[in-house]
Every structure is written in C-alpha cells, then in structure tokens.
C-alpha cells in the first residue's frame, strides 16, 4: 500500500526547496578578463553537498514523489511505509537539519544564506509532525486514500521504452 507523505506538502515543498536551493548553485556570470575569478567558499561547497545529498535520500526514500519530479531512478519501488522506515526518515531529517546548522552562516553569501533557511524551515516543518502518527497513517481521507494515489503515480510513470515498462510492472508487482 503507498505511504502517504508525513505530511500531505512537506515532500513537495522539500522537494522544490531542494530544487530551488539548486539554483544557488547556477555559476556566476563570466567575470571580466583580468579579474580574478571567485570561487565558492568551502561552506557554499558544503551547503550544495548537502543539498545534493539530502535530494537523492528524499527522492530514494519517496519513490512516488521521485516519479512525479521526473527521477526514475525509483520507478520500480513503492515506499516503505513501515514504521521503521518512518522512523529512519525522521531520524534523516535530523542529521540534514543538524548538518546545516553546522555550516557557517556568515561564510555563505545571501543567496545561499537564504537556501539554508529555507532548507532548515522546511525540516522543521517536517519534523513538527513527528508526534503525529495517527495522522500521518490515515491512507483513506475526503479527498482521496491509497486507491486513488496509485493511480496518479501509475499515469504519471513514464513507459517511453522497455526498460521503463519494465520498471512499472515491478512497481505494480510491489
């Protein structure tokens, strides 16, 4: 059975927060010859690792968010919803919060200062429903459940060839 998202934004908006934080990481226009050239602090080096980092955990650990965002890496896998998995989700969740919060904030310039407190409000987001385990295993609400998330996903994976079929059938399988 689909696992319903802690909660019902939360791996959307980290999803495009990670997206969004991505964008710090656009270079820099060309700087004029003779000039030299800036190079990215090691706390912007380690905010993008992390921002890179925390997008592939997420969308391994959301297989159907990871279909909808166009990475199908995932696309034969339906998400763990055990509470183990829940709970080592949690658990991640805190080790991306604790490793942002080790990065120097002064170190970084606005941009990415601003990613890093985005990032950082949308864990805290997250991690404020925690405590709510009977709502977050609700698989049947007013606005749809299980049987009608499925089928979104299923329209919203690619077949474009074999080995994309290959991988829908697997996920049907599961």
């Given at each position: 059975?689909?696992?319903?998202?802690?909660?019902?934004?939360?791996?959307?908006?980290?999803?495009?927060?990670?997206?969004?934080?991505?964008?710090?990481?656009?270079?820099?226009?060309?700087?004029?010859?003779?000039?030299?050239?800036s190079t990215p602090s090691a706390a912007a080096t380690a905010?993008?690792?992390?921002f890179d980092a925390a997008w592939d955990d997420a969308m391994?650990?959301?297989?159907?968010?990871?279909?909808?965002?166009?990475?199908?890496?995932?696309?034969?896998?339906?998400?763990?919803?055990?509470?183990?998995?829940?709970?080592?989700?949690?658990?991640?969740?805190?080790?991306?919060?604790?490793?942002?919060?080790?990065?120097?904030?002064?170190?970084?310039?606005?941009?990415?200062?601003?990613?890093?407190?985005?990032?950082?409000?949308?864990?805290?987001?997250?991690?404020?429903?925690?405590?709510?385990?009977?709502?977050?295993?609700?698989?049947?609400?007013?606005?749809?459940?299980?049987?009608?998330?499925?089928?979104?996903?299923?329209?919203?994976?690619?077949?474009?060839?074999?080995?994309?079929?290959?991988?829908?059938?697997?996920?049907?399988?599961?």
């Amino acid at each position: 059975m689909p696992h319903k998202p802690q909660h019902p934004c939360a791996a959307l908006l980290l999803a495009g927060l990670l997206s969004l934080a991505g964008c710090a990481s656009t270079p820099a226009p060309p700087t004029p010859a003779g000039s030299a050239a800036s190079t990215p602090s090691a706390a912007a080096t380690a905010l993008h690792a992390l921002f890179d980092a925390a997008w592939d955990d997420a969308m391994q650990r959301n297989p159907h968010w990871a279909t909808y965002m166009g990475d199908n890496r995932y696309g034969d896998k339906l998400e763990d919803a055990s509470p183990q998995a829940e709970a080592d989700g949690y658990a991640a969740l805190r080790r991306w919060r604790q490793a942002a919060l080790a990065i120097d904030r002064d170190a970084l310039n606005a941009t990415d200062r601003v990613s890093r407190e985005l990032f950082l409000h949308a864990l805290d987001n997250e991690l404020a429903f925690e405590p709510l385990v009977g709502w977050r295993r609700m698989t049947l609400g007013a606005i749809g459940g299980f049987h009608t998330e499925f089928a979104n996903l299923l329209q919203a994976s690619p077949v474009r060839n074999g080995a994309q079929a290959r991988q829908v059938l697997a996920r049907l399988t599961a």
